[in-house]
């Protein structure tokens, strides 16, 4: 993949488009700048959860694990979905697994 040269021939719409681009990019890095979000990315990225069955997998407490999806929601990268007393979230799109799996294959995959 080629990055795009930034060179003082770009327009100014140009320019602003790619400062956009930065801020939006450097929102969704923030996000994931938590070790909490991260694992709760990692086990989103086999399917919808409930917030119960995420504080099990991660040995949490709720009010944390709320925290840190209402982070996630309000970058949007999760979406709820309620079930009467209980909400699921999942993957808003398919952004989150793709950077897992780069982290996964950075960090995590066995040498």
Do not use: W
Request: charged residues 30%; aromatic residues 4%.
């Amino acid at each position: 993949m080629a990055l795009p040269k930034i060179t003082e021939s770009m327009s100014e719409a140009d320019m602003d488009l790619m400062m956009r681009n930065a801020q939006e990019a450097s929102d969704f890095l923030k996000a994931l700048g938590h070790e909490g979000r991260l694992m709760i990315l990692c086990h989103l990225v086999t399917g919808e959860k409930s917030v119960t069955e995420l504080e099990q997998l991660l040995s949490a407490r709720q009010a944390a694990v709320s925290q840190q999806l209402a982070r996630l929601r309000l970058e949007g990268l999760v979406t709820p979905r309620r079930e009467g007393k209980t909400i699921y979230y999942s993957l808003t799109d398919d952004r989150p697994r793709r950077i897992m799996e780069l982290v996964y294959e950075l960090f995590c995959r066995s040498a």
